[in-house]
C-alpha cells in the first residue's frame, strides 16, 4: 500500500465523510444562494388586472419594483425623442395603465405589440417603467435559437 | 419539388421507425440480419432527409412563395447570403434542420465507430433513429415544412431584420449542431445501460463526441453572444434569457462531466454519476428544444406559439421517464471500482467541481422555471432575472475557477504535504501578489479582485503545469525547451488542450469582471456638437456629432450618423450607427426600424454607439454612449477555448509509451507505459498498479 498518512487532513474521519461534509456545504451554499437570491431579487409578474386587484387590496403594491405583461394600447404611443421619453397605454383588455419610460425602447416595440413592463405603479397611477421588453408581433416570427 | 420533399418525409419517417425497431429487436435478439438492416436504415433515413432539405432550399432559392415557410420567412430581395439561413429561421424548417443533421451524425457514428465498439451499434441506430423520427412526426403532423398556401403571393413577408446579420448564418447552426451531437453520447449510453456492457468502454466510445458537442455548443453561444452584443436591444452579450439558459444547461452538464470522465479512467468511480450526466445533458437539449418552441416562458427568441410545444413535452417526458427506469434497473451493475481516499486528492477535487457544475445548472434551471413554478405552486408568478442569477452565480462561478487552478496541483488518490507546498508555493503566491497590486491601484470591487486574483493563481498554475513538462522533456529527451514545450503539447493533447481551455475561462471571467466598470452616457446633439464620456481606464473620451446621411440600399432605407471620437484630445477615428427601414421589393417599409450599433473594439475598453433617433426629423439626434471595458477579451478568451478544444480533439498524435516518470507534478509515480490508445487519442489508462509505487 501507499505511504503512510501524513498531514492535518488525514486525520481519523474517513475521506468519505469529509467529502460528504464539503458536499453538504457546496449544496448548502447553493440552496442559501437561490433562496436568498429568490427573495431579494424576485418580482412579481402581473397583468394588469392582477395588478389592480391587489394594489386596491394592498396599497403596499404602490411603488413596489414587478413587472407587468400587456398589450399596447394602439394608438396611445407618444415618443419625445429629445428627451428620451416614451408615454404608452398598455391593457390585457379589462384594466390599462399608462406606462412612462425614459431610454431607448427595443427595435420591437410598435404600438401594437405586446410588452412586458419593468417597473413601479407611483400613487398617481402610472406606471414608471426601467424597462420595455417587446414580443414580436403575429406577423413574423422572433429569433429562433435552438 | 414541395411533393418530393413531403414524400420523402414520408419515407424518412418510415425508414426511422423501422431503423428503431430492428435496431432494438436486433439487438435484444443478437440477430445479424436485422442488426445489418438497421444500420442500413440509417443510411436511408440520411438520404431522405437530405431530399428534403435540399427540396426545401431549392424552394427557398427559386422563390416560390406558394409553400407557406417560404413566403413567410423570406422575400425576392433578400440577400442571398441569408437565404440559405431561412432554412432554420423558422419553427418549421428548423426541425428538418434538426432531423437532418442527426441523420448525418448517426451516419457518421455508424461508419467511424471502431471495431472494438461494434456491439453497441444496433442500439445506437435504433435510438438516434428514432429521435429523428420524432423531429419528423413533428413535422408530418403538426409543423410541416412543405405546407402550401391556398395561393401564390407576389412576394414574401421577408426575413425579421434582426436576423439579418452574420451571426443568423453561424450562431444557429453551431448552436444546433451542439445539441444533435449530444444524441450520440445519450445512444451510447442507452446502449450500454441495454447490453449491460457498463464497462469504461461506452465512454472510451463517446469522449471524442462529447468533445465535439461540447464544442459546437461552446462555440454556438460565444457567437450568440458577439451577436446579441452588436445587436441593440438584446441586452449586451448576456442577459439571462430563458433560451440562453437553455443552451447553457448542456453547456455545463457537458463540462462536468468533461471532468468526471477522467475520474472513471483513471480510478474507476463516478460510473453512476457518469451515466446520469449523459442522459441529464440528453434530457436538458430537448428541455432547451421545448422552451424555445413551446412558448410556455417568455423571452426574445421564442418561436411563436403553438402545438409543436405538447410534441416536445411528451417527448421529453417519455426521454426522461424511460431513461430514468432503464438507468434504475442497471444501478446494480455500476458500482465503483475504488473508495475515495483523501478529500485531499485529485478525484476529491473533480468531485467538488462536479458539484459545482451541477450547483449552477440546477440554480440557471431553477431561476428559468421559477415563474412557471411559482404560479404552479402558489398561484402567483414571480420571475427573477439576471440579479438572481449574478448573485447565485458569480460565487458558484468563482469557486469554480479556484478549484481550476486547485485542482491539476492535487496527486490522484492522496496528495502528501511535500507535494502541496511544491505544488502550491508559485501560484498561490502569483495570486496574492495579483490582489495586492490590484489593491495598491485602487481597485475596490470586491468581485473584481477575486476574479483577477484567482485568475492570476490559476494561470500560474498552469504556466508551472507547462514549465514543468517542458523541462521534465528537456532534461530527459534532450530537446530545446521550445521543442520540448510543443512535443508536450501535442503528446498529451487531452491534458494540456484542458489547460489552455482553462486559460481561456481566466480571460473570460476577467472580462465578466470587467463590465462592472462599464460607463455610459445619453445626449441629445446637433451637427458639431460633442459629448464626452470619462472612461473606467482613466480617459476622457469625447464624442462629436458630424451629421447625418440618408441613402437606399439593397433591401433598406438607412439613415447613419457619422461620430468623431477623440480620446484625451487625440483622434481615434470615426465610427458610424444606423437606422435602418427594412422595405420590400416595390419600396414598402417591411417590420419596424432596427438599429445598427457602431462599435470601436479595443484592448482595454469598447466604445460602443447607438443612434437612438432624429429629433422631428432635423439632424439633431439622439445617441447613447456605452463604454464598455475588456469585451475584446470575450472574443480572444472564445478563440483561446475553441483553440485548445480543437487541440483536445485532433485526432492521431500520440505516439506510445513515454518512459520514465511520467511528468512532474504527480504527488504519484505512474509506472511506465501507462498511456495507451483509443480512437487515435492518447489517454492514461485506468492505472490498478498504482498500489505499487
Avoid at chain 1, 130 to 136: G, M, R, W, Y
Avoid at chain 1, 138 to 146: D, H
Avoid at chain 2, 215 to 230: D, E, K, Q
Avoid at chain 2, 656 to 685: F, H, N, S, W
Wanted: aromatic share 12%; hydrophobic share 50%; charged share 15%.
Amino acid at each position: 500500500m501507499g505511504r503512510p498518512p501524513e498531514g492535518w487532513y488525514n486525520t481519523s474521519m474517513k475521506a468519505g465523510t469529509k467529502f460528504a461534509l464539503g458536499a453538504i456545504l457546496i449544496v448548502g451554499a447553493v440552496g442559501y444562494l437561490m433562496a436568498s437570491g429568490i427573495k431579494q431579487t424576485g418580482q412579481y409578474f402581473l397583468t394588469p388586472s392582477e395588478l389592480a386587484q391587489r394594489v386596491s387590496a394592498d396599497p403596499s403594491f404602490y411603488d413596489l419594483g414587478m413587472k407587468i405583461g400587456a398589450r399596447v394600447v394602439p394608438g396611445t404611443v407618444e415618443k419625445e425623442t429629445a428627451t428620451q421619453t416614451l408615454r404608452f397605454h398598455i391593457t390585457d383588455g379589462t384594466v390599462s395603465y399608462p406606462v412612462v419610460f425614459k431610454g431607448l425602447p427595443p427595435d420591437t416595440f410598435t404600438d401594437s405589440v405586446e410588452v412586458v413592463v419593468e417597473g413601479r405603479l407611483q400613487k398617481d397611477g402610472i406606471i414608471h417603467a426601467t424597462d420595455v421588453l417587446a414580443k414580436c408581433g403575429s406577423r413574423y416570427e422572433s429569433v429562433p435559437k435552438a | 419539388m414541395t411533393l418530393l420533399g413531403h414524400l420523402s418525409l414520408w419515407l424518412a419517417f418510415l425508414v426511422g421507425l423501422w431503423g428503431a425497431i430492428t435496431g432494438f429487436v436486433g439487438g435484444a435478439q443478437r440477430r445479424a440480419d436485422l442488426q445489418q438492416s438497421a444500420r442500413h436504415a440509417t443510411f436511408a433515413l440520411c438520404v431522405a432527409l437530405l431530399v428534403a432539405v435540399f427540396s426545401l432550399e431549392y424552394a427557398i432559392f427559386t422563390h416560390d412563395f406558394s409553400v407557406a415557410y417560404v413566403a413567410g420567412r423570406t422575400s425576392r430581395n433578400l440577400p442571398t447570403f441569408y437565404l440559405w439561413s431561412a432554412l432554420y429561421s423558422g419553427q418549421e424548417g428548423s426541425l428538418l434542420f434538426w432531423a437532418a443533421v442527426l441523420s448525418i451524425f448517426g451516419v457518421i457514428v455508424q461508419t467511424l465507430t471502431s471495431r472494438r465498439h461494434r456491439a453497441y451499434l444496433p442500439y445506437v441506430a435504433a435510438v438516434t433513429s428514432l429521435v429523428a423520427t420524432f423531429f419528423v412526426t413533428v413535422m408530418l403532423f403538426t409543423a410541416n415544412p412543405f405546407q402550401r398556401l391556398p395561393f401564390t403571393p407576389l412576394d414574401g413577408n421577408g426575413m425579421n431584420p434582426q436576423l439579418q446579420n452574420p451571426g443568423m448564418v453561424f450562431h444557429p447552426p453551431m448552436l444546433y449542431l451542439g445539441y444533435i451531437s449530444i444524441t450520440i453520447p445519450f445512444a451510447f449510453a442507452i446502449a450500454a445501460l441495454l447490453t449491460k456492457k457498463l464497462d469504461t468502454d461506452w465512454l472510451v466510445a463517446v469522449r471524442k463526441w462529447t468533445i465535439v458537442s461540447w464544442l459546437f455548443l461552446s462555440v454556438g453561444l460565444l457567437i450568440g453572444m458577439w451577436w446579441a452584443y452588436v445587436e441593440l436591444g438584446w441586452g449586451g452579450y448576456w442577459a439571462w434569457d430563458p433560451v440562453e439558459n437553455a443552451a447553457l444547461l448542456p453547456w455545463l452538464v457537458l463540462t462536468a462531466f468533461l471532468h468526471s470522465v477522467m475520474v472513471q479512467e483513471k480510478r474507476g468511480m463516478l460510473k453512476k454519476w457518469n451515466l446520469a450526466l449523459i442522459l441529464g445533458a440528453f434530457v436538458l437539449s430537448i428541455f432547451g428544444t421545448f422552451i424555445t418552441r413551446s412558448g410556455v416562458i417568455a423571452s426574445v427568441h421564442s418561436f411563436t406559439q403553438s402545438r409543436v410545444g405538447y410534441y416536445f413535452l411528451v417527448f421529453l417526458v417519455l426521454v426522461t421517464v424511460g431513461s430514468a427506469v432503464l438507468y434504475a434497473t442497471r444501478l446494480p451493475l455500476l458500482e465503483a471500482d475504488a473508495k475515495l481516499e483523501s478529500m485531499v486528492s485529485r478525484e476529491a477535487s473533480f468531485l467538488f467541481n462536479n458539484l459545482l457544475f451541477i450547483g449552477l445548472a440546477f440554480s440557471v434551471l431553477w431561476g428559468t422555471l421559477f415563474p412557471i413554478l411559482s404560479e404552479a405552486i402558489r398561484g402567483t408568478k414571480i420571475t427573477v432575472g439576471p440579479p438572481f442569477f449574478n448573485q447565485v452565480n458569480i460565487p458558484l462561478g468563482l469557486a469554480l475557477l479556484l478549484l481550476t487552478g486547485i485542482g491539476p496541483l492535487i496527486a490522484w488518490r492522496r496528495a502528501s504535504t511535500s507535494n502541496l507546498q511544491r505544488q502550491f508555493a508559485v501560484p498561490a503566491t502569483t495570486g496574492v501578489f495579483v490582489l495586492l497590486i490590484l489593491l495598491v491601484a485602487g481597485m475596490r470591487d470586491v468581485g473584481a479582485l477575486l476574479t483577477f486574483s484567482i485568475g492570476g493563481f490559476v494561470l500560474a498554475t498552469v504556466s508551472q503545469e507547462f514549465a514543468r513538462g517542458a523541462r521534465a522533456r528537456h532534461r530527459q529527451y534532450n530537446e530545446p525547451l521550445p521543442l520540448a514545450l510543443v512535443n508536450l503539447l501535442s503528446r498529451n493533447r487531452r491534458r494540456y488542450g484542458g489547460y489552455i481551455v482553462h486559460v481561456a475561462m481566466v480571460l473570460l471571467f476577467g472580462a465578466f469582471a470587467g463590465m462592472a466598470f462599464k460607463t455610459e452616457t445619453q445626449a441629445t446633439l446637433r451637427p458639431g456638437e460633442t459629448a464626452t464620456l470619462k472612461g473606467p481606464d482613466g480617459h476622457v473620451y469625447a464624442f462629436t456629432h458630424l451629421g447625418i446621411s440618408q441613402y437606399n440600399a439593397l433591401n433598406r432605407q438607412v439613415t447613419a450618423a457619422l461620430v468623431d471620437v477623440t480620446r484625451d484630445g487625440k483622434p481615434l477615428g470615426r465610427m458610424r450607427t444606423e437606422k435602418r427601414q427594412h422595405v420590400d421589393a416595390l419600396g414598402r417599409p417591411t417590420f419596424e426600424p432596427s438599429t445598427e450599433v457602431g462599435i470601436m473594439s479595443g484592448l482595454r475598453v469598447d466604445l460602443y454607439i447607438v443612434l437612438a433617433g432624429l429629433v422631428n426629423g432635423t439632424e439633431q439626434a439622439v445617441f447613447r454612449f456605452t463604454i464598455n471595458p475588456l469585451v475584446w477579451w470575450v472574443w480572444f478568451g472564445g478563440f483561446v477555448l475553441v483553440l485548445g478544444g480543437l487541440i483536445v480533439l485532433w485526432p492521431g498524435g500520440a505516439p506510445l509509451a513515454i518512459k520514465g516518470p511520467r511528468q512532474a507534478g504527480y504527488g504519484v509515480k505512474l509506472e511506465p507505459e501507462t498511456v495507451g490508445r483509443y480512437d487515435g487519442m492518447t489517454v492514461e489508462q485506468p492505472d490498478r498498479r498504482i498500489d505499487n509505487v
